[in-house]
């Protein structure tokens, strides 16, 4: 796993070459400390995430590391998940603008999910950029998920909607932005349709304290977490409030 990391950190610190191959890219840190999880060994979690997305000539990608801390367990005391979702772009590697009322784009999307526990599952299928109005952005993925660890019953289908929305707010801005993944058509019957929306809301703390030039920067703020049947655990139902504060490099 630290290979894996660590070839995507370097990848998402390369400077643009000439002929773009990389695009733009971004990373991040973010700390995080909530209450009320469900199915840990703690319900009060400190959680550290790293975060990198980006696009390049022939596509996009994001991916993210949880470090999670159970802040009063006596038992296990932390634990790891992380994804790696590439895509790849119709437009892109065709050389040719798709516009579809709303779709501004069509790819073949991938996901790797890989944890502490029998976690491990690759996901396939299509992905769908949407030009929508207020949306910094929209993406609707579809995937195929395919467990690949002992014990891991999640094998069915995935719905991922992501999006942001900016809103100006005087010299800063506050940022409304998350992810919704939907597991339905599940293939076991001892796994359970379940639904994880998580939308964070945030303010661009950084415009004010560091001048407008560092915009989007450091932002802090709130996590809301609401996953139905947790884990496709029939009647285990996660609703938490989290604080936040993240920093782009």
Not at 192 to 214: M, R, T, V
Not at 228 to 244: A, E, L, P, R, W
């Amino acid at each position: 796993m630290k290979k894996k990391w660590l070839a995507l950190a370097l990848l998402a610190t390369q400077p643009a070459t000439a002929d773009d191959l990389i695009q733009w890219w971004d990373f991040s840190a973010t700390a995080l400390y909530g209450n009320n999880y469900d199915l840990a060994p703690s319900e009060e979690q400190t959680t550290i995430t790293f975060e990198t997305a980006g696009a390049w000539k022939y596509g996009d990608w994001f991916a993210f590391q949880d470090f999670i801390y159970f802040n009063d367990s006596n038992g296990q005391e932390h634990s790891t998940y992380g994804e790696i979702s590439p895509r790849f772009s119709l437009g892109k590697i065709t050389d040719n603008k798709i516009k579809f009322g709303p779709i501004s784009d069509v790819s073949l999307a991938f996901s790797f999910e890989e944890g502490r526990g029998p976690v491990n599952s690759f996901l396939y299928g299509i992905g769908v950029d949407f030009t929508l109005p207020y949306f910094s952005y929209f993406q609707l993925n579809t995937y195929r998920r395919n467990a690949i660890s002992d014990g891991n019953n999640s094998d069915g289908w995935q719905l991922t909607p992501t999006f942001r929305m900016d809103f100006p707010v005087g010299n800063s801005n506050i940022v409304f932005d998350g992810f919704i993944d939907w597991i339905f058509v599940a293939d076991e019957n001892g796994y359970q349709e379940n639904i994880h929306i998580n939308p964070q809301i945030k303010y661009d703390l950084g415009a004010i304290l560091f001048s407008e030039h560092k915009k989007d920067k450091l932002l802090v703020g709130i996590e809301y977490d609401y996953w139905k049947n947790k884990y496709g655990v029939d009647g285990i139902d996660q609703n938490t409030f989290s604080v936040i504060a993240k920093y782009h490099f």
